[in-house]
């Protein structure tokens, strides 16, 4: 399949990120990406909040802020697509320049405050475009100026309940004061509480919280406990971190904001396999950060993770990558012996059972 992103690689990195995103954006909105193949290996076959997706592979949110590509994304391999994070009114975000690559690392880092184009634009989007045949989860955020940053997630909840199979609460944002008012568990709770008293006409949705990797292990079980408590349905461990450990680039590091890519790897991922400690088995756990490989995909599913997410990969990869991990994922769980990724993320049920070396 030709791939044309390692020959446009160097000129859109020559370019501020946010304007080579926004003409990958206009590339993929007016048909000039080829779509791949979509011939999924059965192995990869993954059933996630309650429907089957073809592979466990998602985009994260924040790259299709405001659904504008969506379908195109799902044409590119995704599995899944998280579109947002919304907030219920239009909002510019923090001043630019608030995106910054760290090519030596693999890396990004953001202080985007969530720019996008708010609720009434998205439902307008969704409604003409169709939802319900891509495995798809909407990312909700509070506005940067709310009062009452709870009411934004329940009035984000009800409007958009009916297009996705997910609502992501974002409790983790590390870029606006309202993204860390829930981070305190007693404000969480309330928040919950809100929702859960919501009279849904049918059934209520399925909820995933995104988890900050910035926090100690007594607070990640209090909040872990809080979500559980809730019938939270999924975990997506993690956003950004404001940590810096790993980047090489001392001038990048002095930016302030949430890093993603390679350097979030191993802090993510062991945050997974704590997550899921604390939780057990009564959860779905998404694990996001610094996937850039099948291997690193499979070692966030034998953390524990049902279904990965990745965005900065994408940035030095381009859609090519999300084939790569397809291919080598399928290679893993057939060299370990699992036939099936909920098999690998259980540890095992066949008789083949691996020693993981
Ligand atoms: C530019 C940018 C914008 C992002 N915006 C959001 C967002 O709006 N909501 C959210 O929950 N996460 C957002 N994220 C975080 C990603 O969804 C993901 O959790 C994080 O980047 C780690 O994954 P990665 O290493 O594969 O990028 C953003 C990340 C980046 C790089």
């Given amino acids: 399949m030709f791939d044309p992103f390692p020959a446009l690689r160097p000129l859109l990195h020559r370019l501020d990120p946010e304007t080579a995103h926004e003409l990958t954006l206009r590339a993929l909105e007016s048909g000039l990406v080829p779509a791949q193949p979509r011939d999924d290996d059965p192995i990869l076959a993954t059933r996630l909040f309650g429907r089957e997706a073809t592979n466990p592979i998602g985009l994260a949110a924040g790259f299709d802020k405001d659904g504008r590509v969506y ?7 995704f599995g899944f697509v998280e579109i947002g994070g919304i ?3 239009a909002q510019r975000g923090n001043p630019r320049p608030r995106v910054f690559r760290l090519p030596e690392d693999g890396a990004v880092i953001n202080r985007m405050g969530f720019p996008n184009g708010g609720a009434d634009a998205l439902a307008a989007r969704l409604a003409k475009k169709g939802s319900g045949w891509i495995p798809l989860g909407i990312n909700l955020a509070a506005n940067a100026d709310s009062a009452d940053p709870a009411d934004d997630f329940v009035q ?7 297009y996705a ?5 974002d409790v983790s944002c590390p870029n606006t004061a309202n993204g860390q008012v829930f981070l305190d568990p007693v404000c969480l709770a309330e928040m919950l509480d809100r929702l859960d008293a919501v009279a849904w006409p049918a059934r209520r949705p399925k909820y995933a919280a995104k988890l900050a990797p910035d926090i100690d292990d007594a607070l990640l079980e209090r909040l872990v406990g809080v979500l559980l408590a809730h019938r939270i ?9 404001r940590a810096r450990d790993g980047v090489h680039d001392p001038r990048a590091a002095a930016e302030a904001g949430g890093l ?4 979030l790897f191993a802090r993510s991922t062991a945050m997974l396999a704590r997550v899921r400690e604390i939780a057990g088995e009564g959860v779905t756990l998404i694990g996001v950060g610094g996937v850039a490989s099948g291997a690193d995909a499979y070692a966030k599913i034998r953390a524990g993770a049902s279904a990965v997410q990745l965005y900065t990969g994408l940035v030095y990869g381009g859609t090519a ?14 060299r370990d012996g699992f036939g099936s990724v909920e098999e690998a993320r259980a540890g095992g049920t066949s008789a083949s059972r691996p020693v993981l070396s």
């Fill in 156 to 162: 984000l909840a009800e409007r958009f309940a009916a």
């Fill in 260 to 263: 993603s890519g390679r350097p």
């Fill in 87 to 89: 907030t219920p009114r």
């Fill in 233 to 241: 349905d999924a975990l997506i461990v993690s956003n950004t971190t």
């Fill in 71 to 77: 379908e195109k994304m799902h044409a590119q391999g």
């Fill in 321 to 334: 990558l999300i084939t790569r991990i397809k291919r080598e994922l399928g290679q893993l769980l057939r």
């Fill in 165 to 169: 199979d997910f609502l992501t609460l």
